[in-house]
């Protein structure tokens, strides 16, 4: 149980920080626009 919860919270983690970088590259490529 608290095994998944783990890895549950790492995915969220991961995710995150996955859209956090894609947010960056958008405002990066529009303000190079």
């Known amino acids: 149980m608290l095994k998944?919860?783990?890895i549950i919270i790492q995915?969220?983690?991961?995710?995150?920080?996955c859209q956090n970088h894609i947010y960056?590259?958008?405002?990066?490529i529009f303000i190079i626009n």
């Open 11 to 17: 995915n969220n983690i991961i995710s995150s920080i």
């Open 24 to 28: 960056v590259k958008r405002s990066i």
């Open 4 to 6: 998944t919860t783990k």
